[in-house]
């Protein structure tokens, strides 16, 4: 099921779920699809969680 674009993505949405009167819409465009694509988001989240902690110890706070 396709939906519209998101940053110059198509937007594909897996599965449409209806609790009440709320719709949730599963969109699977930005799942990795390959091994490569997961160990790239593994290592950007790495990064990102390093760059935190390098910036709290040069605060000289305690990690």
């Known amino acids: 099921m396709k939906s519209g674009k998101l940053n110059g993505k198509e937007d594909t949405i897996a599965v449409v779920y209806k609790f009440g009167n709320t719709i949730v819409k599963i969109n699977t465009t930005y799942v ?28 000289g706070e305690d990690v």
Request: glycine share 4%.
């Open 32 to 59: 990795c699809k390959t091994p490569e694509e997961r160990e790239k988001v593994d290592r950007d989240i790495a990064m990102a969680g390093w760059a935190i902690i390098n910036e709290i110890i040069a605060r």
